[in-house]
């Protein structure tokens, strides 16, 4: 199905996880992409994907840091150029660090909210005019559900994600008139590369009985894991599309009812 037929569409963090599977699933249903990351392996292997599939003609990758505000300015300017303009934007780029709220440093706290708030506000901001030159346009940020319900030991990311969620409402309302959707994603018990790399940062006397809450209600394809990453691409897919047309300024929950 090429619902997105011509569709262009950057994506941040497309170097791994739930970026790298999005970037995949748009391409498979006709987008033009061009994927930004920090990885220059990460992106060679999301190219490499994309070719094993047949389906890489429409792929352009692009080295970024989204933390950088000079090099967000030239890459998202690259992006635009190589796309011959933009009608979506999805932010998938983001870390997560662990750790005592009380041990937490004030260069660990600037760290994560400059990659995942700052980082988000930055490309938005470059790419809102292009965005704007179009009558209908969308941005997906990703929040998560840290947002919304307490996650031990990840104060500095539960308070990005939580301002993301903010971000994208204002958003919503500021440019709804000019025909610019804006939707943010709660991701939880997704497998990623965020997740993958999250017990190595929790505290050696983390107190595991806390995330006893945070486990999916619906089973995984794989029981022994995490949900795949294309679960959320999926959602993603739909709502850069036409499908999604009506849905702006909320947040989508993808936890498997962990949160119910």
Do not use: C
Not at 33 to 44: C, T
Not at 135 to 144: A, D, E
Not at 210 to 233: H, M, Q, S, T, Y
Request: hydrophobic residues 40%.
């Amino acid at each position: 199905m090429n619902r997105l037929e011509r569709r262009r569409i950057l994506v941040t963090g497309a170097g791994s996880g739930i970026g790298r599977a999005t970037v995949l699933r748009l391409l498979s249903e006709g987008a033009v992409v061009v994927g930004a990351g920090r990885s220059a392996e990460g992106l060679a292997l999301t190219r490499k994907q994309a070719a094993e599939a047949g389906i890489d003609a429409g792929l352009t990758t692009l080295e970024m840091n989204v933390a950088d505000e000079t090099e967000v300015i030239a890459g998202v300017g690259s992006a635009v150029e190589t796309l011959g303009g933009l009608d979506a934007l999805v932010n998938a780029a983001g870390i997560l660090r662990a750790g005592h709220t009380h041990e937490t440093s004030l260069e660990l706290w600037n760290q994560i909210l400059s990659v995942n708030l700052t980082g988000t506000f930055l490309v938005i901001r470059e790419a809102l005019p292009t965005l704007l030159a179009n009558s209908r346009s969308t941005i997906v940020n990703f929040s998560s559900t840290s947002a919304s319900f307490a996650h031990p030991y990840m104060a500095a990311y539960a308070a990005s994600k939580g301002g993301i969620q903010s971000l994208t409402h204002t958003l919503a309302l500021e440019y709804g008139k000019q025909g610019l959707r804006a939707v943010s994603l709660a991701p939880g018990g997704i497998k990623s590369g965020i997740t993958d790399a999250t017990p190595g940062y929790l505290p050696k006397d983390s107190d595991w009985s806390l995330f006893g809450r945070l486990a999916p209600i619906v089973p995984p394809d794989n029981p022994k894991e995490l949900a795949g990453p294309e679960n959320v691409a999926g959602v993603i897919a739909m709502l850069v599309s036409d499908d999604g047309r009506f849905i702006s300024g909320t947040e989508i929950r993808i936890d498997g009812a962990t949160h119910t």
